[in-house]
């Protein structure tokens, strides 16, 4: 949870092989998964590295984007930008919606300890690729709900409370 109370969640499509990238490429086209991610993400901000950002080339209608960047010199039109995670989940608070963390791995990575739930989608498929997402401690997690769609299972991870 951020600061100011907002939400944490990461969305992330998975491969079994724990693969979500290869380079700045998705290596598969699943039917529907990425209309899920839209409908998923629409509303709220979304926060992502600057590698991932610059794979998509543009700020994602309908959201606002926070960019994390090490690059005190980087800048893009109609994003904002914050330096470390801390600056941006502070830059969330004063937003619209709760924190979808939509990537690379460096950003999930950093996120897990402070996210609230994981929305994944787990594609049933081992391809090749050199980004992988974080391991968790699945007995911190309770798999809230899972929804077999074609090619991937849409399954949600809420953290266990003390």
């Known amino acids: 949870m951020t600061p100011g109370g907002k939400r944490v969640v990461l969305v992330a499509a998975v491969a079994r092989n724990g693969v979500i990238g290869d380079g700045p490429d998705i290596p598969w086209r699943v039917p529907g998964e990425q209309q899920r991610f839209k409908e998923l993400t629409w509303g709220h901000v979304l926060l992502m590295g600057r590698t991932t950002y610059e ?3 543009r700020p994602l209608p309908g959201r606002t984007t926070v960019v994390l960047t090490r690059d005190p010199a980087w ?15 502070a830059r969330a608070d004063g937003l619209e919606g709760d924190v979808m963390v939509a990537g690379g791995a460096q950003v999930y990575a950093a ?3 402070v996210a609230d ?10 391809p090749a690729g050199d ?5 968790f401690d ?11 769609a074609e090619g991937y299972d849409v399954v949600r991870w809420v953290r266990r409370t003390a």
């Open 117 to 126: 739930e994981q929305v994944l989608s787990e594609v049933h498929l081992e």
């Open 55 to 57: 794979s998509i080339g």
């Open 131 to 135: 980004v992988h997402y974080p391991r």
């Open 138 to 148: 699945r007995g911190e997690w309770i798999e809230a709900s899972r929804e077999p």
């Open 111 to 113: 996120a897990l300890p």
């Open 75 to 89: 800048r893009a039109e109609g994003v904002l930008v914050a330096h470390d995670l801390d600056e941006a989940l």
